[in-house]
């Protein structure tokens, strides 16, 4: 039952989301404080927190958890395992350190802009720009929906208001105070987001429904693929073990090609930083996506409760009304941190693309640092309101569902820029025309793949006349084969055609190089300093 004290704790959230605009307004006076938080970048915690916070959102705890939650049963907690092992810490330690020095040394402030530079085409700077704002779009309202399933079924509020009410909010402290002010609430929020999803997971285990036996919910696993079968009269959506190993690998490899989580990378301080936010991100994922995905595994001893409920993006919140008053409103907040954090890492990477990539880049390259600045605050609120507008239609027409809608944005940009971005940084061959082919074909084949061939596997439904009506039903599995055919042809191409400038490239490369050759000379002179100091005290001390 919802009371005041639930409203309450939704209304401190508000201010404290406010109080840290005001904080951080004198935060983002350039587009270099606006963007990157400054020169002194953001220790690891925070890059950590930012990181995680963008990861996950509405669409893990509504749309993912209870779509997949309850048709894999627990086979779904893989989904989060995967999300810790491959999207935190692999991605951490192979990209991390790389982004940073390479974007550094480069001086790319976006992932358009890293491209231009790193491949030598303001093209591909253009289009890269144009892909991201275009499909960043879907995923933006794709949270909005998620909040709106909530605020439906718990609170009894018409989800157009919510969606209204969380994207003036999230315009306040993100137009006033940039990434500073995301990456500062991205942390508080952070901390709401791991004590809610624990609190969440001990209120449902000890629900009289369940009452900490799983052992029926176990005794439903096959073992072979663990997958959860409690329907097995019929087929469900997803309900094999190639549409469980899609959903890993489209969540867990679609981060690392994907402009808001890379950019987390841009603003880490330092090494230490790098280190600390490895082991701090895989942490704080395993908690948040095996807390996610184990909630709406236990959907199954609560579906009788709710028989006439047959969307899957309104399971989880049924669930949440039969928690008791107070907690509601805590486990709301924890929805809402989870949802503002990625909308407005969202809103600044596709606002910046646009900003620095097209206008300064292209309309106007002699526009001043203030004038950018401001270009790209008002192009946050656009961005915002775009996305608004397309989750308010996806509630009226029903074009799509929550997941869907993430799993198109999510493969298409991975797809096109998931090759061109992590051989880029690896391998100093890759060249032009190998990125153009990932761009441009990964958008082919997605188009190919949904509207020409379709693809009908278990019910995924793809063809041209229920796409539309289903949602795109089929997209995780084409963003992982978008995403094997970017790396594969950004590779295969790269043998057969000519690398960038040979000066470009060792720009890119050979300074990283100096930087590490400099911090290891460092940290030998002070390793050798501290003997010194040792072997003195033990003499004087002879």
């Known amino acids: 039952m919802i009371t005041w004290i639930d409203f309450v704790l939704l209304g401190l959230y508000a201010l404290g989301m406010i109080g840290i605009a005001i904080y951080t307004h004198n935060r983002s006076k350039s587009v270099n404080d606006f963007l990157l938080a400054g020169k002194k970048g953001l220790n690891g915690w925070m890059s950590a927190f930012a990181y995680g916070t963008t990861y996950f959102s509405a669409v893990i705890f509504i749309g993912y958890a209870g779509k997949f939650g309850s048709a894999f049963g627990l086979a779904s907690i893989w989904i989060g395992v995967g999300n810790a092992i491959i999207g935190s810490l692999f991605a951490w330690m192979v990209l991390a350190k790389r982004t940073k020095n390479m974007t550094h040394n480069l001086n790319s402030k976006t992932m358009p802009d890293f491209f231009e530079k790193r491949y030598g085409s303001q093209r591909l700077k253009l289009v890269s720009a144009i892909i991201i704002f275009i499909f960043l779009i879907p995923y933006s309202a794709s949270v909005y929906s998620g909040l709106s399933a909530l605020f439906e079924t718990v609170f009894r509020v018409e989800g157009w208001i919510i969606m209204i009410a969380l994207a003036a909010l999230t315009a306040v402290y993100l137009f006033f105070g940039g ?37 029926e919910l176990m005794s439903n696993v096959d073992l072979n693929l663990f997958i959860f079968d409690h329907n097995p009269s019929g087929k469900w959506l997803y309900d094999d073990g190639m549409s469980l190993m899609s959903l890993i690998l489209l969540t867990s490899f679609g ?42 595994a236990l959907y199954y001893f609560f579906k009788d ?9 309104y399971f989880v919140p049924n669930m949440m009304t039969l928690i008791p008053t107070g907690l509601i409103g805590v486990l709301a907040v924890l929805i809402l941190s989870a949802s503002m954090s990625t909308l407005s890492s969202v809103s600044l990477a596709s606002a910046s693309v646009v900003a620095v990539d097209i206008y300064k880049g292209k309309i106007d390259k002699k526009a001043s640092d203030k004038k950018v600045n401001w270009t790209m605050r008002i192009l946050c609120l656009v961005f915002i309101v775009i996305s608004v507008v397309l ?14 809608m993430m799993g198109l944005s999510w493969g298409v940009l991975a797809g096109c820029f998931i090759g061109p971005f992590v051989l880029g940084l690896l391998w100093k061959k890759v060249s032009r025309p190998a990125v153009w082919t990932s761009v441009i074909g990964c958008l082919v084949l997605t188009a190919t793949l949904i509207v020409v061939f379709g693809y009908d596997k278990n019910n995924w439904a793809c063809d041209f006349g229920r796409a539309l009506q289903d949602g795109f039903g089929c997209s995780p599995l084409i963003g992982v084969i978008c995403m094997v055919f970017s790396m594969l042809s950004t590779f295969v191409v ?15 490369f050979a300074k990283a190089k100096v930087e590490e050759t400099a911090e290891r000379t460092k940290e030998t002179a002070q390793e050798t300093a501290q003997e010194k100091t040792q072997e003195k005290e033990v003499g004087e001390t002879a």
């Open 494 to 508: 790269s043998l057969f055609t000519k690398a960038p400038d040979a000066a470009l490239v060792e720009t890119a």
């Open 255 to 296: 981060v690392w090609a994907l402009p808001q989580t890379v950019h987390k990378y841009y603003a880490i301080r330092d090494d230490k930083a790098i280190k600390q936010g490895t082991i701090v991100s895989t942490a704080f994922a395993l908690i948040i996506g095996l807390g996610a995905y184990f909630t709406g």
């Open 305 to 313: 409760l709710f028989p006439g409920v047959l969307n899957p993006d």
């Open 391 to 404: 989750a308010v239609l996806n509630e009226e027409f029903g074009l799509s569902a929550i997941a869907y």
């Open 179 to 215: 990434y500073f002010a995301t990456a500062l609430s991205d942390f508080i929020q952070g901390i709401i987001m791991l004590c809610g999803v624990v609190a969440m997971v001990i209120f449902f285990l000890a629900n009289s429904y369940v009452g900490w036996d799983l052992s």
